[in-house]
């Protein structure tokens, strides 16, 4: 069973910061990708930032230049740093995982519960 947990999310006013953790345990054999996406509401979701098992990162043209994704492979976490928050990036934040979850290749996603991002003064 994989779970991927987040923490970190919050109430935070513009121009401030916050940054997102998503650990990711159980039973799978590598992580290929793992990234951020979001959901306001009446929104589609959508990818905010995505980092791959080679470091190759890629992010939505809303946040380029404000977040930053990065990982640790020892703790198979993923982290969120989000700074210039603006009332626009208010929204449920959701881990996702693409992982490697047999020994012939067969791969699976994962999602996190969320976790609620609101940018407010």
């Known amino acids: 069973q994989v779970q991927l947990v987040e923490s970190g999310g919050g109430l935070v006013q513009p121009g401030g910061s916050l940054r997102l953790s998503c650990a990711t345990s159980g039973s799978f054999f590598s992580i290929n990708a793992m990234g951020w996406y979001r959901q306001a509401p009446g929104k589609q979701r959508e990818l905010v930032a995505r980092i791959t098992s080679g470091g190759r990162t890629n992010y939505a043209d809303s946040v380029k230049g404000r977040f930053t994704i990065s990982r640790d492979n020892a703790k198979n976490t993923v982290y969120l740093q989000m700074n210039s928050l603006k009332p626009e990036d208010t929204a449920v934040y959701y881990c996702?995982?693409?992982?490697?979850?047999?020994?012939?290749?067969?791969?699976?996603?994962?999602w996190g519960q969320g976790t609620q991002v609101t940018v407010s003064s």
């Open positions: 996702h995982a693409d992982l490697t979850i047999t020994n012939w290749g067969k791969t699976d996603d994962y």
